[in-house]
C-alpha cells in the first residue's frame, strides 16, 4: 500500500516522543545535554555520508567531484527564496499557534522543540528518496529504516523540549504524504539523477540541522528548504 512507510513514521514519531516525555522528568540535565550532543553529531554525519555521497564519484580509481555548482546555486538562490519568504519564522509562528491551542503556556521550549524536531525529521535524503520510493514502486524499506531512526531522536528531543516535539508528526506527516501523492502522479518523469541530486542537497541540509542541535548553532535551516526546488528547475532547463 503506497503511503504505508509515511504513517508508520508518523506513528513512530507519535511513540517515540510519548516515550521521551515519560523518561523527561528521570533524566538530569547533563544526561540530556549528552543526549542532544550525541544526537546531534549523529545527525552531522548522516547528513555527511549523505552529501558526499551526490558530491563525489569515483572512476578508474580516481576521486572526483560533481555536482558543486548545482549545490552551490540550489544554497544560495534557495537561501534567497527562502529568506524573502521567511520560512523560519513561519514555522516558529505554527508552533506558536499550536503551543496556544493545546494552552502549554508553562512549556517555555515548545516552540524550539515544535521546529528543531520538524527539520530533523523532515529534511535530508531518506525523507526525499523514501517518499519518492514509497509512491513510485510502493517500497516502504527506506522509510521504515528511518521511522526506527526517527523514534529514537524525537525520543531525545521530547526528554529535553517536551510536547513540542510530538507536533512534528503534522508537517513530517504532510510532507511526507505529499512527495509520495506527487511521485505516484508523475512516477514516468523523474529520472534516477534528479533523486540523486534532490538527495544530495537535503543531506547539505541535514547537515546543518546537525550543527544546530550538536552545538548550538544558528543556521536558519528553515529558510533554506527552498533549495530543495533548484534540482527540479535545473533538470528542466
Given at each position: 500500500?503506497?503511503g ?22 528521570g533524566?538530569?540535565r547533563r544526561?540530556?545535554?549528552?543526549l ?9 554525519f548522516?547528513g ?6 551526490g ?10 567531484t560533481q ?8 544554497l544560495?538562490?534557495?537561501g ?10 513561519g ?5 506558536g499557534r499550536?503551543?496556544r491551542?493545546v ?8 516552540v ?7 527539520l ?16 513510485l ?10 521511522s526506527?531512526?526517527?523514534f ?29 501523492l ?5 512516477a ?8 540523486s541530486?534532490?538527495?544530495?542537497v ?25 533549495a ?6 535545473w533538470?528542466?532547463?
Open positions: 500500500m503506497k504505508l512507510g509515511t504513517l508508520v513514521n508518523v506513528l513512530a514519531v507519535l511513540a517515540g516522543s510519548g516515550l521521551g516525555m515519560l523518561i523527561k522528568t533524566l538530569k544526561f540530556r545535554d549528552i542532544m550532543q550525541a544526537c546531534g553529531i549523529a545527525t552531522i548522516l555527511i555520508s549523505g552529501a558526499l555521497a558530491l563525489l564519484k569515483v572512476e578508474n580509481g580516481a576521486v572526483s555536482n558543486t555548482m548545482l549545490l552551490i546555486f540550489s544560495v538562490l534557495g534567497l527564496a527562502g529568506e524573502a519568504l521567511n520560512i523560519e519564522a514555522m516558529e509562528a505554527l508552533g499550536l503551543k491551542l494552552r502549554d503556556k508553562s512549556d517555555s521550549r515548545f524550539d522543540g515544535f521546529v528543531t524536531a520538524s530533523v525529521i523532515c529534511v535530508g535524503a531518506m525523507a526525499i528518496v523514501g517518499s519518492i520510493q514509497d509512491g514502486t510502493g517500497d516502504h524499506t527506506l522509510l521504515f529504516s528511518k526506527l531512526l526517527d529514537v531522536i524525537v525520543m531525545v528531543f521530547a526528554a529535553t523540549f517536551g510536547l513540542g516535539v510530538m507536533f512534528s508528526a503534522l508537517p513530517l506527516g504532510i510532507l511526507q504524504g505529499g512527495i509520495t506527487a511521485a505516484a502522479l508523475v514516468g518523469f523523474l529520472s534516477e539523477a534528479l533523486i541530486d534532490l538527495s544530495c537535503g543531506s547539505v541540509l541535514i547537515f546543518c540541522v546537525g550543527l544546530n542541535v550538536a552545538f548550538n548553532a544558528k543556521i536558519r535551516v528553515g529558510n533554506l528548504l527552498p530543495l526546488l533548484v534540482p527540479v528547475l533538470a528542466l532547463f
